[in-house]
């Protein structure tokens, strides 16, 4: 379902000169599958997302999304996806129901399906209860359910998420991957971004780590650890981190 | 493009402004309430002054009274004008405001009248206090009415009649309409306020709108969504219009209503019939709808551009400057505009809306007007459309 092949993006700096935040990626992800990106900050992870969600192009490779170019057919790509990242606000003078309905309306949903895929999704996120509320009064719990609801409204069957859980209390975190694990079970594609190792262990059924831009292991998790003296995903990240920069 | 989405965006972004407090205070509450009972607190004050002074007798000195009797009648017969004995300092007593003013009549003042000369009179007075300028007023009064009657005493005796002195007769009519008139009144201030009152309407929203999206990250759901950026531009650009336009509207109600109340508590103001014609307000209109869009337009440029709400209104302070420099010009009596100035906006419209006051009706520089502020209006628009394309603008951080 997502198909990134040679993704390259480098920004020019004023003063730095020209950044590479990401060199020549190249992974695949299919439906029913947790892909994993898994790196420090400022690795080239949201960079990457922001290219698969069109909202950045890249400077070089391909990025195919659903059988789309990104690039050439961005419009059709961002039928396909839902985002959400640690970035994505809500507003805070409407409610959920409004908020919902507008997210339905702008991604070209009839007001009726609407209705009825809300009513499921808030069914299914226990919402029901402050759907009339408005968001700046909702707890932090309550926001990042309703920003799944909004970016699953339009029913993507690809989910593009940037470190979904962070700055989340740990209780709402769990609920977040929770959520995660059920849209893994309904069969939709979802790249799942984070920088830690338990989540990524927990969660993901491919992790590809990526370090500086670059892509320096991708499998799955028994694959990784076959491949190291450690089974513990942060001593194999370290492991990984450390012959590379040895190689350079 | 689609319609229907820009008319979500225009009716979220609507609903959003109409929900935030602030713009409720900003459009209803300061100029409906605030500006009346404003102007109503000066005027009553003013009033209230203006009367105390009148009221008060006028406390005088008069050095030499003994050279001009039939001169120290007349203020005698004033019940205003108290006359005090000669103190030892007359002046400092003037400048310590215990007394008004001073009158000196020179010791050949009598002598120099009945030759038929001019008798020197001098006086003196504190033109910064109210009380003394009033007691200026009483004595000059007094002062010409005994002119007027040596006048009549010199004519008399030489057998002359008053007409001798006053061989022209002037009569002055003024052709103004009472349109016109109303219209040269407000024709002065009227642009300007329309200019300054559409800029600040429009300048909350359009921040709020674009920067403070961008502050609280919704703008990224927007853009990930099936919505175009030209869509949501003009959504946004639409909403950020009406709520200008709102409270423009509003703004000038207030207004009105401030100085009506003000003034009818200082007596009002004579001659001035408030009544626009129709087709002023639609020729009005023709000039107002691309001001609001490009003031709109332009605001929501640089609120896109801006990387919070902090960064917007430090681009948008020398625009609102440069808009109230030209605002003022239109103001100023007498300066009139060349074909080709009626392109820059702001000044073109404000000029033009003095022009339709007044009852000129220019199709060429309403015309210029419009196409001017349409191309400029449009442009930022396009302008915005593209910034929003723009990685570097979109996540600079």
């Not at chain 1, 004023?14 to 590479?20: D, E, S, T």
């Not at chain 2, 459009?27 to 002054?49: A, K, R, S």
Request: with cysteine; hydrophobic share 45%; proline share 3%.
């Amino acid at each position: 379902m997502i198909q990134v092949a040679g993704l390259t993006k480098i920004f020019n700096d004023k003063k730095r000169g020209k950044i590479v935040a990401v060199n020549n990626l190249k992974f695949n992800c299919r439906e029913g599958q947790i892909f994993g990106l898994l790196g420090p900050n400022g690795a080239g992870k949201t960079t990457t997302l922001r290219i698969l969600a069109t909202m950045m192009l890249p400077t070089k490779g391909e990025v195919i999304i659903n059988g789309f170019d990104v690039v050439k057919d961005a419009n059709k790509v961002r039928r396909q996806i839902g985002f959400l990242s640690s970035e994505t606000g809500l507003y805070d003078r409407f409610t959920p129901r409004e908020t919902i309905k507008f997210f339905g309306r702008i991604n070209g949903m009839e007001d009726k399906i609407i209705e009825k895929k809300m009513a499921e999704i808030f069914h299914n996120l226990d919402m029901e209860d402050f759907q009339e509320v408005r968001v700046h009064k909702l707890s932090t719990g309550m926001k990042q359910k309703l920003s799944i609801a909004r970016c699953i409204i339009h029913d993507p069957p690809i989910l593009i998420l940037d470190e979904p859980t962070l700055g989340l209390d740990i209780i709402t975190a769990r609920t977040v991957t929770e959520y995660v694990k059920r849209f893994r079970e309904q069969g939709k594609c979802i790249i799942y971004s984070t920088h830690l190792m338990r989540e990524a262990e927990r969660l993901c059924d491919v992790i590809a780590i990526i370090h500086q831009g670059n892509l320096i292991a991708q499998g799955r998790l028994e694959e990784l650890k076959k491949n190291s003296s450690s089974e513990d995903l942060e001593e194999i990240f370290f492991e990984l981190i450390t012959q590379g920069e040895n190689l350079e | 493009m689609n319609w229907k989405n820009i008319k979500l965006i225009f009716i979220k972004e609507l609903v959003g402004t109409v929900r935030d407090k602030r713009t409720i205070i900003a459009m209803i509450i300061i100029p409906l309430i605030f500006y009346p009972l404003l102007f109503m607190g000066i005027g009553y004050f003013n009033q209230m002054g203006n009367e105390k002074s009148e009221e008060a007798i006028s406390k005088i000195i008069i050095i030499g009274a003994e050279f001009s009797p039939p001169l120290v009648k007349y203020f005698q017969n004033n019940p205003k004008i108290e006359i005090l004995s000669i103190p030892n300092n007359p002046l400092l007593k003037l400048q310590k405001g215990e007394v008004q003013l001073i009158l000196i009549i020179p010791s050949d003042f009598k002598d120099r009248i009945e030759e038929g000369e001019s008798g020197p009179l001098i006086l003196k007075y504190d033109a910064t206090e109210t009380k003394s300028r009033i007691a200026q007023k009483r004595i000059n009064q007094a002062i010409a009415e005994y002119e007027k009657e040596i006048i009549s005493q010199r004519l008399s005796m030489m057998h002359l009649k008053e007409e001798f002195i006053r061989p022209l007769i002037l009569q002055t009519e003024n052709v103004a309409s009472p349109q016109k008139v109303t219209g040269s009144l407000l024709g002065v201030l009227l642009p300007y306020l329309i200019v300054i009152l559409i800029f600040v309407g429009a300048m909350h929203t359009a921040v709020d709108i674009t920067a403070g999206e961008k502050e609280r990250g919704t703008i990224t759901t927007l853009l990930v969504s099936q919505i175009n950026r030209l869509e949501i531009v003009l959504g946004k650009c639409f909403a950020v219009m009406l709520i200008s336009f709102i409270s423009m509207v509003l703004g000038l109600i207030g207004l009105t209503l401030a100085f009506l109340s003000g003034t009818s508590i200082m007596g009002g103001i004579e001659g001035v019939e408030f009544g626009i014609s129709f087709s002023t307000i639609f020729l009005l209109f023709l000039v107002l709808l691309p001001l609001v869009g490009l003031a709109s337009a332009v605001l929501i440029m640089v609120g896109i551009f801006a990387r919070n709400i902090k960064e917007a209104s430090s681009y948008i302070t020398p625009i609102y400057m440069l808009t109230i420099f030209l605002g003022v010009i239109s103001i100023s009596q007498g300066i009139e505009l060349s074909g080709k100035m009626f392109l820059v906006p702001v000044l073109n419209s404000s000029f033009v809306f003095k022009e339709i006051l007044m009852g000129k009706i220019y199709w060429s520089h309403i015309i210029t007007t419009f196409s001017a502020n349409m191309v400029i209006a449009t442009l930022a628009l396009l302008g915005a459309t593209r910034l929003f394309t723009k990685e570097e603008v979109l996540f600079r951080s």
